[in-house]
């Protein structure tokens, strides 16, 4: 005990070994193995405390993920017994009862005919397995042909290889190559339209775009759309009213099968379990999920498949194997999890509290909009919110203003609010637990924040 005490880290062991063995997510080569990124030791409810004790409102709820919030103990519990029960079980030769009862239970929240549910290790690999289901169903059909990958600029759908095509965001700025069976569609945000464009006419636009690009490369070589209903990582783009369903119609009409990646607005994000039909009233042939299915406390993600795909492929003469899988498929524990959160957000009705609070941090958010000159555009629905700086003011640096979305987590981090900085955004989901006092204190800092930006702007 003595040994392992003396060989406690410091805190500057532990800066020093991050700075240089540890690669994050999005690190840029001018300063990896320099950066220092902040240290979280503890969490509960909405708070985290960083190494020195500061405590901050997570705004960004982890990555879009913690909906029940840290520090659950009734959680780790759960997550305890199964570990001593029954830790691990291949997905290829046998399964487990959260699993099983999961399985059926997501099935119960989607809509439609989605039924059956293939278990991942998280959104990019449920995104990969949507896109390998699309090709192996055409194959399967005999349409080899039929393989192009329609997604959105500005959409995120993960960081694996097909997951990384489809995503839109800097797609002309990476040093990583992309598949080449994905066609994008120009960007749907109704703030960048072209003025005296109305939202209906912006609506019609966007659909024409994608019949253009279906007619230009011929619906016999489109296998899918893939689309978050709201485009989060984007910068929370809501597209304009009608937009979902009239897309899913056009693919409709052209055998195109349409993916709804839900892996941010699922599991309560906007007050509902799943968004695509309960607020955009679309049934989709294929969901993907993540994040919010276990809170963020362990990695799980699923693809649910409605049964009249599932049928189609069975339907061809010889039977044929569905060459997809991972090791965690259905991981007990992470199974485990998501079950005890669903049960949580159920006994404590947090998908009822999230449709109560919500106008609240809507009004918040749009009262920004309206305070300050230097805020360009406010959106978000549900438990989502997004800060544009405009660049359009010529007095302003715009330089500073691209910079906009880390100089106000910078000021508001000051003051005890973590924001998530994106270019000239700041965009935030906190835990759906939030109360109405903790969205105040959340919007009174940004605001506090704003003044500070907006000080140094007019000087
Ligand atoms: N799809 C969407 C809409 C996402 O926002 C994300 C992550 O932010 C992903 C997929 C990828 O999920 P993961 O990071 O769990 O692989």
Request: proline share 5%.
């Amino acid at each position: 005990l003595m040994e392992a005490r003396s060989n406690t880290p410091t805190d500057a062991d532990l800066t020093r070994w991050d700075r240089d063995h540890h690669l994050h997510p999005w690190a840029s080569t001018d300063s990896w193995r320099k950066d220092d990124y902040m240290r979280i030791n503890t969490a509960d409810g909405i708070y985290l405390w960083d190494s020195t004790g500061k405590k901050f409102i997570d705004g960004p709820g982890g990555m879009w993920c913690v909906q029940i919030g840290y520090g659950r103990k009734d959680m780790a519990d759960a997550i305890a017994k199964q570990v001593v029960e029954m830790p691990y079980a291949s997905p290829w030769s046998s399964t487990s009862e959260p699993a099983a009862v999961l399985a059926r239970r997501i099935a119960e929240m989607t809509p439609g005919d989605l039924n059956t549910v293939f278990f991942t290790t998280g959104g990019s690999t449920a995104v990969d397995t949507a896109l390998r289901t699309v090709q192996f169903y055409n194959n399967r059909l005999g349409r080899p042909d039929k393989k192009l990958i329609i997604a959105r600029e500005k959409g995120y759908h993960g960081s694996t290889y097909l997951a990384s095509s489809v995503t839109g965001k800097e797609r002309f700025n990476t040093k990583f190559d992309k598949s080449d069976l994905v066609r994008f569609l120009p960007d749907v945000n109704p703030y960048g339209r072209p003025e005296g464009v109305s939202l209906e006419d912006w609506c019609d636009q966007k659909v024409a775009d994608l019949e253009t690009l279906i007619a230009e490369e011929g619906a016999e070589n489109i296998g899918c759309f893939i689309a978050e209903p709201i485009l989060c990582s984007g910068g929370v783009i809501v597209p304009p009213p009608g937009y979902h369903q009239r897309t899913l119609e056009v693919c409709r009409a052209n055998d195109i099968l349409y993916i709804s990646d839900e892996v941010v607005t699922g599991f309560g994000r906007l007050g509902h379990w799943f968004a695509s039909q309960e607020v955009f009233g679309i049934e989709p042939d294929m969901i993907t999920c993540a994040k919010g299915l276990t809170s963020g406390y362990l990695p799980l993600g699923a693809c649910i498949v409605s049964d009249a795909l599932m049928t189609a492929m069975e339907e061809p003469e010889g039977a044929e194997v569905f060459y997809n899988g991972f090791t965690y498929s259905g991981h007990p524990v992470s199974c485990a999890a998501a079950l005890k959160n669903i049960e949580i957000m159920e006994d404590e009705d947090i998908l009822g509290h999230v449709q109560r609070v919500a106008p609240h941090f809507q009004d918040r958010l749009r009262a920004i909009g309206e305070r300050f000159d230097i805020v360009g555009d406010v959106r978000g629905m549900g438990l989502l919110g997004c800060i544009e700086c405009r660049l359009d003011l010529p007095r302003k640096s715009l330089e500073a203003d691209l910079k906009f979305g880390a100089r106000l987590d910078a000021v508001c981090e000051e003051m005890g609010l973590m924001l998530r900085p994106f270019g000239n955004m700041a965009v935030f989901s906190p835990p759906l637990i939030i109360s109405k006092e903790e969205t105040d204190r959340m919007f009174d800092i940004m605001e506090a924040g704003l003044e500070k930006l907006s000080a140094e702007y007019d000087g």
